[in-house]
């Protein structure tokens, strides 16, 4: 008898393709995951080049010595003496016969390859590393968004949401439970406009974060980027620091309390740390001030809690790293050089069982390596690793998260910045595998939507008709200043504000006329002819100036004239 199956597939056969309902092809995950792989997975000791992300290879090609391939050892000549072997072949030789005849028994089947030399002595030590430290980093994701050096990094203890802080002045929130494989921020915000993202914290139940800016101004927000408030600005001219209710200076660091969630603590340029309640945004709890060796004000670049909170770390800028309520250390342990960095936001990460510890490395201008992940022993203080994670841009903030077990790297310079993410399909959880997994949904007909234009020119200003008159009038009648009755004229001759007896003269032609100075003939006459007809009573009667120079005025003396006609 046939199958079912099989006469369900005869049955199928005789109908279009597109006839019934349509199961989706669904990509292995295996498949998902070899999209996302590095080029070497495999973490390098102090002493190998570092790994690279994909888009890397042609820059680790560059730098990796060439390799000389192994050639296979030949094979055997074939023994024709006995024939071609028919049927299976023998079973292989028992202890007893190997012990027997152990140099003259003849090897069946071609010979096993011969051990592979190592390249270096130092292989040995990278698998004691790869056994020893379990690092996740054969995949890499990169969550981008932001247009210049991503300087802040915060992820939830759950390991659900990320927040990532840019220079570019913009905060962008992941949620890897609502993320696709796109990778894109589900919002963004602006904190304080003009001001860098120095510092980003959770709270201890995740429920609200701490956003530290350059501005003197830290400030609190929920869980989905709603403002719940501000913290007061101190008053700049006070010269003694605890005697103000905030910072008075731009915000360098801030951090939240790993058990308490209403305290917070935050350093600044002004040369203080504070203590916040989250309940009361107008004044701090503590003013702490570090210990300098000269008075003055030395800026708190950064400030830390300690595990259970209980111990604040902060440091200065005069180049200390001062310590409350815990022991003085006066000579650090271990001095690690070789590690460029030109951002004061670079930070050291820990990893979840506490005994590697990790850092960024910036990009010089001279430099081939690039920016670098690298991972140190917390109990010998000695280099294990370094991670290449991008080739032209600086690797600034770091974490490795304990529930996820996936390494955050935040990059970028002055055009770009990202966040990548390091994970192992086979040690990692969720996280980034779940946004990897998850195919970025289609998009239908609802989502796209017209706008429409409307032309409509006759609704400009240019084109509106004028009102009428009448419309006017009746508009200023309305109008209690417009239609107040304007108070009337003194009494009198005059019009139009003019007090003369014509209509068109003024107050000085009224006085003259009146006066008699002037005739009435006055404007008729020549001003020639009226000034010479006073001729002769000046000459007779001389005033003013005439007597006063009559005995010293010379005679005057006039040329004679060249001219025939003047003569006659």
Known sequence: MEEEGDIYDGVRAQFPLSFGKQSKPQTPLEAIHNATRRSNSNPKTANDLPSVSSSSRDWLNSLRPPKTPTPPPPLPPPDHDDGPMVGPPPPPPTAADEEEDDDDAEMIGPPPPPPIASESEDDSDQDEVGTRFRIPLSNEIVLKGHTKVVSALAVDHTGSRVLSGSYDYMVRMYDFQGMNARLESFRQLEPFEGHQVRNLSWSPTADRFLCVTGSAQAKIYDRDGLTLGEFVKGDMYIRDLKNTKGHISGLTCGEWHPKTKETILTSSEDGSLRIWDVNDFKSQKQVIKPKLARPGRVPVTTCAWDHDGKCIAGGIGDGSIQVWDL??????????????????????????????????????????????????????????????????????????????????????????????????????????????????????????????????????????????????????????????????????????????????????????????????????????????????????????????????????????????????
């Open 327 to 568: 022991r003085k250390t006066k000579e650090p342990l271990k001095v690690f050089e070789d590690l460029p960095n030109h951002y004061a936001q670079t930070n050291i990460a820990f990893s979840p069982d506490e005994r590697l510890f990790l850092t960024g490395t910036s990009v010089e201008r001279e430099s081939m390596t690039g920016g670098l992940l690298c991972f140190f022993d917390r109990v010998n203080l000695e280099l294990v690793s370094k991670v290449g994670i991008s080739p032209t841009c600086s690797v600034v903030q770091c974490s490795w998260h304990p529930k996820l077990n996936q390494i955050f790297a935040t990059t970028g310079d002055k055009s770009q910045g990202g966040t990548h993410i390091l994970y192992d399909p086979t040690v990692s959880e969720r996280g980034a595998l779940v946004c990897v997994a998850r195919a970025p949904r289609k998009k239908s007909i609802d989502d796209f939507e017209a706008k429409p234009v409307i032309h409509n020119p006759h609704a400009l200003p240019l084109f509106r008709d004028q009102p009428s008159r009448k419309r006017q009038r009746e508009k200023v009648l309305k109008d209690p200043l417009k239609s107040h009755k304007p108070e009337l004229p003194m009494t009198g001759p005059g019009f139009g504000g003019r007090v003369g007896t014509s209509q068109g003269s003024l107050l000085t032609q009224y006085l003259l006329k009146k006066g008699g100075m002037i005739k009435e003939t006055w404007m008729e006459e020549d001003p020639r002819e009226a000034i010479l007809k006073y001729a002769d009573a000046a000459a007779k009667d001389p005033k003013f100036i005439a007597p006063a120079y009559a005995e010293t005025q010379p005679e005057p003396v006039f040329a004679k004239s060249d001219s025939e006609d003047e003569e006659k």
